[in-house]
């Protein structure tokens, strides 16, 4: 076996040996998509009447909170990233940093300081590679988040947003996340959770019923407001965890799946390089015995003479 032929069917065989790993790999994240999706549609319901329960709350009342209430000079806010902690996801994670960046960019040219809060190993070595300051990550659940990450992740924020802007409090809070549409469509998104868009909120609610409730509040709507405004951020951040995971499996299963793809269009063309290689090695020693059989058949002519 030649040289050249021995090149050949040694990058075959790695080749063949990788196309298993990333075909394996796609069928390990179309499983943990259909997961993934009832996850999130579980999370739906609860977090639509959570929102539709606090737009009752601030429509029913006069009560300034920070839930419901723009700030009249904003200053500070706070913008949470959700990224992945694996690669082999396409652009999942760069769509969504640059989103990201894009939001932090708008918001300081409305003249705020902006606090980073980054989810996922992916963005945290984003801003550490570029030595930005990042106030708080996490990591290491973001393919299957649970509601006690979601817990953990919105605790700081809520800390955050109720203390005073003179100490270092926040009055907007923005999440960046990628949506998941279909298995082929995953948009990354920015929405603003704090303070709640009353606007929107009371045209979707206006769909389902024409005739708004009243409501009593005990023992005040400013309590009413404290008990939800940790149930809100933690509902909205879980969806978008959720949402972002089922993204993220998504990705991987497109981008493992063109990668086998291309490691069987690899095998193809490296398998007729090498049946050349072979063809010329065949041909060559043909060659080799003809020129020496007429090289014998010379010699055997001329010692008979």
């Given at each position: 076996m030649g040289a050249q032929l021995r090149v050949y069917k040694r990058r075959i065989r790695s080749v063949t040996a990788t196309k298993k790993i990333t075909k394996a790999m796609e069928m390990i994240a179309a499983s943990r998509i259909v997961k993934a999706q009832r996850k999130v549609q579980a999370s739906m319901p609860y977090a639509n009447e959570l929102t539709r329960a606090v737009t009752a709350v601030a429509t029913g009342s006069n009560t300034k909170h920070a839930l419901t209430t723009e700030a009249e000079n904003p200053v500070r806010a706070a913008v949470l990233l959700i990224t992945s902690d694996r690669g082999l996801a396409g652009g999942y994670s760069s769509n969504a940093i640059k989103a990201a960046e894009r939001l932090t960019e708008r918001l300081r040219g409305e003249g705020k300081d902006v606090d980073t809060y980054v989810v996922g190993r992916k963005g945290v070595a984003y801003y550490g590679f570029r030595e930005r300051k990042v106030s708080e990550s996490w990591g290491g659940f973001t393919d299957n988040p649970t509601y006690a990450d979601a817990k953990n992740v919105s605790a700081p924020l809520i800390a955050a947003v109720q203390q005073d802007t003179a100490e270092g409090g926040l009055?907007?809070?923005?999440?960046?996340?990628?949506?998941?549409?279909?298995?082929?469509?995953?948009?990354?998104?920015?929405?603003?959770?704090?303070?709640?868009?009353?606007?929107?909120?009371?045209?979707?609610?206006?769909?389902?019923?024409?005739?708004?409730?009243?409501?009593?509040?005990?023992?005040?709507?400013?309590?009413?407001?404290?008990?939800?405004?940790?149930?809100?951020?933690?509902?909205?951040?879980?969806?978008?965890?959720?949402?972002?995971?089922?993204?993220?499996?998504?990705?991987?299963?497109?981008?493992?799946?063109?990668?086998?793809?291309?490691?069987?269009?690899?095998?193809?063309?490296?398998?007729?390089?090498?049946?050349?290689?072979?063809?010329?090695?065949?041909?060559?020693?043909?060659?080799?015995?003809?020129?020496?059989?007429?090289?014998?058949?010379?010699?055997?002519?001329?010692?008979?003479?």
């Open positions: 009055d907007e809070l923005h999440i960046v996340f990628t949506e998941f549409q279909s298995m082929l469509t995953q948009t990354p998104v920015e929405n603003r959770l704090l303070p709640l868009s009353l606007d929107k909120s009371a045209e979707e609610s206006d769909t389902k019923a024409e005739v708004p409730p009243l409501f009593e509040f005990e023992p005040s709507a400013e309590g009413v407001l404290d008990a939800l405004l940790p149930r809100y951020v933690e509902s909205r951040v879980y969806n978008a965890l959720l949402q972002s995971a089922a993204s993220e499996h998504a990705a991987r299963r497109r981008a493992m799946k063109s990668a086998t793809d291309n490691a069987g269009d690899l095998v193809k063309s490296l398998s007729r390089l090498a049946n050349a290689a072979r063809q010329a090695e065949i041909t060559q020693e043909i060659s080799e015995i003809v020129g020496g059989s007429s090289a014998l058949a010379d010699a055997t002519a001329g010692s008979d003479k």
